[in-house]
């Protein structure tokens, strides 16, 4: 059973008046589903929406009713909230005709790695607001996906933050300035942002539980949530137990001692964003649960309608730690999170103006996977 085979009947006229609150339901292990169906309809709600990776139901009720708090087979119940991706910083067009490489795939150093490694069929996908699927730095390496919000539509982006994570992991663009840490990998669209950049949060999950589906290697997650979600919580555990290595951002409130969810859960690789001279941005969320920092200032990557535009925030740095994972993972696929977060952090370069938090480099990482894991 996939996670599209709940759905909500069409609703009538009056019906579609009437709010509708949405609600993420856990279930009990080992339980029944049909009958646990049966009872949240019991219970006055509707079940739309089966997760089966992550044993949870995504599930509506109209108000003003107000359902039990208690459904029998039910280990606890979330509401749903509302999330958006905010970068401190989008720049204007940049021109195509400019044909260096981006400046954070260069201070990452992974040119060097390439003669090795260009992240060849490894899977990455990216739950965002889609990818723009024609870009000429992208389409190469674009495999797809699935868009969450419109199940039956492509999973196009409307927006560009999709596109944009996009180039940075896997651009392969030269002529276009636009050259992705891993131009070989496979990114996939999974998309749970619209076009205005929000989420609910029973979206990401059931994008979380069609990468688990589908056999997602890396997952990148450029975006983050100040409130905390058991709901989240065991999805990144699932996904983590089976292997997917998940990276995502700190946030950009430049917040000293918090960092947003998913980044700060555990299972996750938590990024911060430096700039051009290797000092932490200033809009950087930093502290406790803070892996790894990674380029983030203006960079340069792909836009909708083919163009190419700069950016700012932790969302930039995010991909171009999944990037350096990808080239890693061609190497040695059975390689799992927590050996990668490992080879990164050991290999990370050190400098004062980060507070102990190590810089990625992607050549050294390869390096010291080549020398201590054969």
């Not at 997952?219 to 058991?230: A, Q, V, Y």
């Not at 951002?249 to 700060?264: E, H, K, Q, V, W």
Request: proline share 5%; with cysteine; aromatic share 8%.
């Amino acid at each position: 059973m996939t996670d599209s085979d709940w759905r909500l009947p069409s609703p009538n006229n009056q019906d579609s008046k009437k709010k509708r609150i949405r609600k993420i339901y856990y279930l009990r292990e080992g339980i029944q589903l049909e009958r646990c169906m049966n009872n949240l309809r019991r219970s006055g709600i509707q079940p739309i929406r089966y997760l089966s990776e992550l044993g949870m139901v995504i599930g509506e009720y109209q108000a003003p009713a107000n359902p039990n708090e208690w459904v029998p087979d039910v280990a606890y119940m979330e509401s749903d909230i509302r999330l958006t991706i905010t970068e401190p910083y989008v720049g204007t067009m940049v021109s195509v005709k400019e044909q260096t490489l981006p400046w954070g795939v260069q201070m990452i150093e992974a040119p060097k790695v390439w003669s090795v490694s260009q992240g060849r069929g490894v899977k990455v996908a990216v739950i965002d607001t889609g990818i723009s699927a024609d870009h000429p730095a992208v389409k190469e390496n674009y495999r797809g996906g699935v868009n969450i919000l419109s199940p039956y539509f492509a999973p196009q982006d409307y927006n560009g933050h999709g596109t944009h994570v996009s180039g940075i992991i896997a651009g392969n663009g030269a002529g276009l300035g636009i050259m992705g840490v891993a131009p070989q990998t496979e990114v996939y669209a999974v998309k749970a942002f619209n076009r205005k950049g929000s989420a609910n949060l029973s979206d990401l999950l059931s994008a979380i539980n069609w990468c688990i589906e589908n056999g997602m290697q890396v997952i990148n997650m450029s975006f983050g949530m100040e409130k905390l979600s058991e709901s989240l919580r065991q999805a990144i555990m699932i996904a983590h137990r089976r292997g997917i290595v998940m990276v995502a951002a700190t946030g950009n409130r430049g917040l000293a001692s918090n960092i947003d969810f998913p980044a700060r859960y555990p299972e996750t690789i938590a990024v911060a964003s430096v700039s051009r001279d290797g000092s932490l941005s200033h809009f950087s969320n930093i502290g406790k649960g803070v892996d790894i920092a990674a380029p983030g200032e203006r960079i340069p990557s792909a836009w909708l309608n083919e163009a190419k535009r700069e950016m700012s925030g932790t969302s930039m740095a995010v991909p171009h730690v999944s990037g350096t994972i990808a080239l890693l993972l061609q190497l040695n696929p059975k390689l799992n999170p927590e050996q990668i977060r490992y080879i990164l952090l050991q290999s990370a370069a050190s400098t004062s103006s980060t507070e102990q938090i190590g810089v990625l480099n992607s050549y050294q990482a390869v390096k010291f996977y080549r020398k201590f894991w054969r």
